[in-house]
């Protein structure tokens, strides 16, 4: 059974007045248990819309939202709960920070689910390692840190509460290369040691491949593609036609294939770019004739 | 070439803090597109603001067109040569139309109404974005905004453009758009470009490349020096270009390729000379 089940759901901004606007039009979506699902889209696409509606936050203009088999909105007075089981963290979480110190900010989500204080301890030290941030960081007040670093205290917030679903915005804009490759590798242990399921939109394409099981394609507020990562990145043309891009590396060895040369068109990674370059030299020649 | 900004043994601090930059010493010339690199909180955006005279070194000094920013007298005068557009489009409006907007900066020159017209009007041109003159800027996307945010700076006819990462928050193709505006007023209008970016692929554009690390300028020079230090950016754990990442892994490999490419096409070309002769194993 899905986790997260999404049946013929429609969003409409401003429905009441004269200059209504649809942001998302009848969309199906099945994600299942401890996935990791990627959503890229050109701006305005209605990513963060369809994000939204996972816990709750926009209630759809039609259709319905699924988790657990249960309709989300059949009790809106418990909505709150799906809160608890989704966690979402926004387009610059660090406007998200309020609390005077780190570890403050970070307990805050714990003490509201009412867990014990040995417990609230150890999840705040454990998101804190988890987003590569040392200790010695707790005591100090959100405010003296920089854009990166308030941005990773803010996905830890999130974090400490162990949502079953995690649901994050464009965590990786702005950060340098390597803090974006470490957020990364971090989030991943995170989720092999959780076994939760995590949704992350970006416009890094390096990143979705780098993480994603499955990757959903958002284009003016419909799905145009929702399927394994390798088969979405194999459609360049599709993803490049409604403004989005492959990663460099695929791109230069589409250029490279469309030159003659035998090497595959799915490579998303350096290291394996390489070993195709290499096998070249391997084989004879290495030119189609 | 013509010197513009320069910045010459440049430390700075906050109050009582620790040095965020140290021994800065580096020169923008008239027209010249330079790319700042460097890991979060390397100090690239306080260069920057010193450029424009938004922070005074604690030590040293930086001019601009000959004028010392910590002359108090001449700041608006150098805030008028040298404009900044920041990383979020929504931080830097300040009108409810994409020409009142852009505007803002010409009126607050004090221009007549038919210069401020004309200035409107050239620089929304310039930028692609003319058709939009009448737009309200908050239905425009992330990539329109900051090309209407680059069109307020245009208008008050800059020498120089300081961007701090204006692409970081767009899709793949509103940031080629951005960019290919970038290009167009350093080539047609010879207006000279700061960009702060973490893209290697920005970077790579520009003239002069100035990798920072840890508040001091690591090395700088045309993307080719800068990108065949590899040894030198790794210990410094900077991320390589993919391209130039791939041909060092090649190069490892024994493969017969120049250092310091950085461009997709370049590599084509290297690989090409060398994959009939078999020149590696």
Redesign the interface.
């Known amino acids: 059974m899905s986790l997260i089940e999404i049946r013929n759901l429609s969003y409409i901004y401003s429905k009441d007045t004269n200059c209504p606007k649809t942001a998302l039009s009848n969309i199906n979506i099945d994600i299942y248990d401890n996935e990791i699902i990627g959503i890229i889209g050109h701006t305005g696409s209605g990513k963060s819309t369809l994000v939204q509606h996972f816990n709750g936050l926009l209630k759809p203009t039609s259709g319905g939202i699924y988790i657990n088999g249960l309709d989300i909105w059949k009790n809106p007075k418990k909505i709150r709960d799906i809160r608890f089981k989704v966690g979402l963290v926004f387009q610059y979480p660090e406007y998200q920070i309020f609390e005077d110190t780190v570890y403050k900010d970070i307990a805050f989500g714990p003490c509201n689910m009412n867990l014990g204080p040995n417990e609230i301890q150890n999840r705040v030290i454990e998101s804190i390692r988890m987003v590569g941030l040392p200790f010695s960081i707790l005591d100090k007040s959100p405010f003296e840190l920089s854009g990166g670093e308030k941005r990773k205290v803010a996905i830890a917030g999130v974090m400490a509460m162990k949502p079953n679903v995690i649901v994050l915005d464009e965590p990786t804009a702005g950060l340098d290369p390597l803090s974006r490759k470490n957020f990364i590798e971090n989030l991943k242990t995170y989720h092999s040691r959780e076994k939760n399921t995590i949704v992350i939109v970006s416009h890094n394409m390096e990143d979705i491949v780098e993480i994603s099981d499955r990757v959903l394609v958002m284009n003016n507020g419909r799905v145009e593609m929702f399927d394994r990562t390798k088969d979405i990145f194999s459609n360049g043309d599709v993803l490049m036609r409604i403004g989005l891009d492959v990663p460099k590396i695929t791109k230069i060895m589409f250029k490279l294939s469309n030159e003659g040369y035998r090497v595959k068109r799915d490579v998303f990674s350096v290291k394996d770019g390489a070993e195709e370059i290499l096998n070249l030299f391997r084989c004879d020649g290495g030119l189609n004739d | 070439m013509e010197k513009l900004i320069d910045i010459n043994n440049v430390n700075f601090k906050y109050n009582d803090g620790n040095y965020i930059l140290s021994d800065i010493n580096l020169i923008i010339n008239r027209g010249e597109f330079v790319s700042l690199l460097?890991?979060?909180?390397?100090g690239k955006s306080t260069l920057s603001k010193l450029c424009n005279a938004m922070l005074m070194p604690t030590h040293g000094s930086v001019t601009v067109d000959g004028l010392n920013t910590i002359d108090n007298k001449e700041k608006y005068n150098i805030r008028c040569k040298v404009g900044l557009v920041q990383?979020?489009p929504d931080n830097q409006i300040v009108a409810a139309t994409v020409e009142e907007d852009v505007a803002f900066g010409p009126e607050n020159l004090q221009l007549s109404p038919e210069e401020i017209r004309k200035r409107v009007d050239d620089s929304l041109k310039s930028v692609g974005m003319y058709k939009y003159k009448d737009s309200s800027i908050y239905k425009l996307?992330?990539?329109e905004k900051q090309k209407v945010a680059i069109s307020g700076i245009v208008a008050m006819q800059p020498e120089c453009i300081i961007l701090d990462?204006p692409t970081?928050?767009?899709?793949?193709?509103?940031?080629k758009d951005v960019l290919d505006t970038i290009i167009k007023l350093n080539k047609e209008q010879k207006i000279a470009i700061i960009l702060v970016t973490?893209y290697?692929?920005e970077a790579v554009l520009a003239d002069k490349v100035v990798m920072m690390d840890k508040g001091r300028i690591l090395i700088q020079g045309t993307p080719k020096e800068v990108f065949s230090n590899v040894e030198l950016l790794k210990e410094h754990?900077?991320?390589l270009?993919?391209?130039t990442?791939?041909t060092e892994?090649?190069r490892n490999?024994r493969?017969d390729l120049p250092r310091g490419i950085y461009d997709?096409?370049e590599?084509?070309l290297s690989?090409?000379s060398i994959?009939?002769g078999?020149e590696?194993?």
């Open positions: 460097g890991s979060n909180g390397s990383q979020n996307s992330g990539g990462e970081s928050m767009l899709d793949p193709k509103s940031r973490h290697m692929d754990k900077f991320t270009p993919e391209v990442e791939l892994i090649l490999n493969c997709e096409d590599f084509i690989l090409k994959v009939g078999r590696c194993l």
